[in-house]
Structures are given as C-alpha cells and as structure tokens.
T-cell receptor, first 110, second 112 residues
Framework: GEDVEQSLFLSVREGDSSVINCTYTDSSSTYLYWYKQEPGAGLQLLTYIFSNMDMKQDQRLTVLLNKKDKHLSLRIADTQTGDSAIYFCAESYNNNDMRFGAGTRLTVKP | DGGITQSPKYLFRKEGQNVTLSCEQNLNHDAMYWYRQDPGQGLRLIYYSQIVNDFQKGDIAEGYSVSREKKESFPLTVTSAQKNPTAFYLC???????????FGPGTRLTVT
C-alpha cells in the first residue's frame, strides 16, 4: 500500500519559522492536505494543494509541493505558542480514500 | 452554525458491551467517515458512506458496524468483537470536489 511519512517531532523558538516535511508514495494523488490537531480535539483543515501546483500561500502558511520527489512541506512563518499542535499530512485522489501520515508534533518554545 | 458534532466526548464501557458513538453534521455533505486514532499513529479508516443507505468497509472494519439512515447522521457501533476498542474516534464529513474532509471533535472511548 501507499504510505505517507512524516518526522514525529519538531521544536522551534517563538518567532522563528517552522518547516514540517512529508513524503508520499502514491503518484496518483490529486490533492494533498495539511491538518492541525490540538490536544484532545479533532483535526482542523489548514490548507490543501492540488497536485498540479508547486506552491500555495495563505497568510502565515506556505505549502510547497515537489511532485517529482513526492515531497510536501508546510512552512509556518513567525511561529507562535498557539501553533503548538500535531500536524498531519494527507493525500487523496477520490472521496473514498484519504491517507494520513502519523503526524508531526510541533513544540514552540517561548 | 454549521459543523460536525460527536457525542459524548468521553465514554466508558465494560468489556463485552456494545457501545454506539454519535456523529451528526449539518454541512449538507454527502460523504461521512469514521476513523480511529491511537497514540503516535495516524488515522485509520473504519467505515465510510458516500450516500444514504450505503456504506463501505475501510481498513479496520472488523468489530465495528455503522448505519446511514439519514444524510446528517452516521452512528458507529463498537461491538464486543472488537479486540482493542480503547481509542480516540473521529468522525468526518466531506465529498466535495476537492475531496477535503472536515472533522468533528472526537469521542474518547475507554473500555475496561
């Protein structure tokens, strides 16, 4: 089966940029997503990118997609303590099947 | 105020009992999904439904059952046949052209 892989932990200082990386294996994926999960809560959709795009920016968030290397990244500019959470990368090519990574726990230190 | 609700937030059951988790959405989404989340792992799909009165097994359907009698509702029953039911259960809805899914707040089930 296809896998989505992420590093498990990332720690940054408040005000720095955070970059969370993800690799996926299914070249047929049409959309790639980033979700945020705070403790004890559901997943919040942050952003998504269509597979024919290289980059998408939304306020402090920048998504980069390297389709050749099947590499997706999420950059959070000016990281704040409220950004501390688990971030999930996911891929999908239809409405039946969304594949998630194990999540990256981002810790923001003051 | 549109969204997805799951109830209850915490649920405790004795081993051998069936338990039903509620999921309701008022987003007018056709598709609904149930996932299980275990510590340090991603989400695993239990069941999904693309339309009323139809549903499909996901990757880990054994020991679970669902129904979809209304568009807004997709309850999940965790049966006594589920070997390791203690987990965080997440319901989602979607089915839009971007395939995105929107999640409820989750139900933490503890079986002892």
């Amino acid at each position: 089966g296809e896998d989505v892989e992420q590093s498990l932990f990332l720690s940054v200082r408040e005000g720095d940029s955070s970059v969370i990386n993800c690799t996926y294996t299914d070249s047929s994926s049409t959309y790639l997503y980033w979700y945020k999960q705070e403790p004890g809560a559901g997943l919040q959709l942050l952003t998504y990118i269509f597979s024919n795009m290289d980059m998408k920016q939304d306020q402090r968030l920048t998504v980069l997609l390297n389709k050749k290397d099947k590499h997706l990244s999420l950059r959070i500019a000016d990281t704040q303590t409220g950004d501390s959470a688990i971030y999930f990368c996911a891929e999908s090519y239809n409405n039946n099947d969304m594949r998630f990574g194990a999540g990256t726990r981002l810790t923001v230190k003051p | 105020d549109g969204g997805i609700t799951q109830s209850p937030k915490y649920l405790f059951r004795k081993e051998g009992q069936n338990v039903t988790l509620s999921c309701e959405q008022n987003l007018n989404h056709d598709a609904m999904y149930w996932y299980r989340q275990d510590p340090g792992q991603g989400l695993r799909l239990i069941y999904y439904s693309q339309i009323v009165n139809d549903f499909q097994k996901g990757d880990i359907a054994e020991g679970y059952s669902v129904s979809r009698e209304k568009k807004e509702s997709f309850p999940l029953t965790v049966t006594s046949a589920q070997k390791n039911p203690t987990a965080f259960y997440l319901c989602a809805s979607g089915g839009g052209r971007n395939y995105e899914q929107y999640f409820g707040p989750g139900t933490r089930l503890t079986v002892t």
